[in-house]
């Protein structure tokens, strides 16, 4: 159990920051005649603001996480929080935080927006957490250390000892990006909630359930922190549509898919490994594969050609060399597959 005095790395103008306060926030729920929000009274599905508070969305996340409500953020994507963590516990010009590389681009460039200076430490070779050099690259000042676990590019998941020590060594916030914890065997940190009092884990309807277009995501943490996270968002961030739909998805379930693409990231492993062309295949606990090339700008321009998009990653660190290929439909697979096979003549 790790109590943490939230309050004082709060941004001090958050902290007395009174957030806006929607007309339906002060009346309270359910009447008859809205005139309190200058709508238009007409009903074409839309006319009416988003519920500020996503009430229906998070009873659903809740049932479905065994997550409390008050425990619950709904952003604009998961991009939205990244953002908010920094508004809320940042100062510009001041402040730092530490993330691992290679990782998710967002953490870097929310630090640029906002004027926070960012400490990348590196992954050992075989891509786990460089525990000593992420705390040697902490100082008074860093507020947020970002974990993307199972980690986007190189698709490993990090051992929960590893970060769980982050958490108890660490006297700051550490974001726990569980983007593609779906496609992983492993459990969620979620599940150490109540012991660390500085922990967030992200979530996103965007990848396993299959929603990147309606921009839903979340934060998980305690009703301290998720409570400044409301406090800044804007009132009306996920609109009704988003809420609407999220939570029909979220009734119907993906695991069917989820499985299905599990299988097919193996498969496309497996035969991956057999082509010339590939010097190594990592394996993953992502949608994604990451595969080092001898030639990876050249297999990046012929599939182009083919029509086929991956994502180069061949001059991140660690990463030299390598694709990072998203798992498609077993015949996009397929197709992917077959270029490989033919390049260099494998
Ligand atoms: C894709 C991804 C997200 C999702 O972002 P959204 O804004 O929710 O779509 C978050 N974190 C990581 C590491 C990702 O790869």
Redesign the pocket.
């Known amino acids: 159990m790790k109590t943490f005095d939230i309050e004082s790395i709060i941004r001090v103008n958050v902290r007395k920051l009174a957030p806006y306060s929607t007309a339906r926030d002060e009346a309270g729920e359910s009447f008859e005649i809205y005139l309190d929000a200058n709508e238009n009274p007409y009903n074409n599905l839309y006319n009416r603001y988003p519920d500020p508070s996503q009430k229906m969305l998070k009873k659903q996340i809740s049932a479905l996480k065994g997550v409390p409500v008050e425990q619950i953020f709904v952003?604009?994507?998961?991009?939205?929080p990244?953002d908010l963590l920094y508004r809320v516990f940042c100062s510009p010009g001041r402040d730092n935080v530490v993330a691992i590389a290679p990782?998710?681009g967002?953490y870097k460039v929310a630090a640029g927006v906002n004027d926070i200076e960012y400490r990348e430490v590196l992954l050992n070779s075989d891509f786990s957490l460089n525990v000593e050099e992420i705390l040697n690259a902490v100082d008074s000042y860093t507020r947020l250390l970002f974990i993307?676990s199972p980690?986007?590019p190189t698709g490993n998941r990090f051992v929960t000892n590893d970060i769980l020590s982050i958490l108890e060594a660490f006297n700051g916030i550490v974001v726990v990006?569980e983007?593609?914890i779906d496609f992983s065997e492993g459990d969620s940190l979620a599940t150490y909630l109540p012991e660390y009092g500085n922990l967030i884990v992200?979530k996103?309807?965007?990848?396993a359930f299959g929603l990147?277009g309606l921009?839903?995501?979340l934060a998980f943490s305690n009703e301290q922190i998720i409570g400044y996270l409301n406090k800044v968002k804007y009132p009306y961030n996920v609109n009704v549509e988003s809420q609407r739909l999220a939570v029909d998805f979220l009734k119907k379930g993906v695991v069917a898919q989820v499985k299905e693409i599990k299988r097919e990231r193996e498969r496309v492993i497996l035969s991956m490994k057999r082509c010339i062309s590939v010097l190594k295949v990592w394996p993953s606990e992502?949608n994604f594969i990451l595969a080092k090339f001898e030639d990876p700008v050249g297999v990046y321009n012929e599939l182009l050609k083919q029509g086929i998009v991956v994502r180069n990653r061949s001059s991140v660190p660690l990463c030299e060399g390598c694709l990072r290929i998203t798992i498609g439909t077993p015949a996009e697979n397929d197709r992917v597959l077959e270029f490989l096979e033919s390049y260099n003549n494998c």
């Open positions: 952003g604009n994507g998961s991009d939205e990244i990782t998710y967002m993307c980690n986007n990006d983007a593609y992200l996103t309807l965007s990848k990147a921009r839903v995501g992502a």
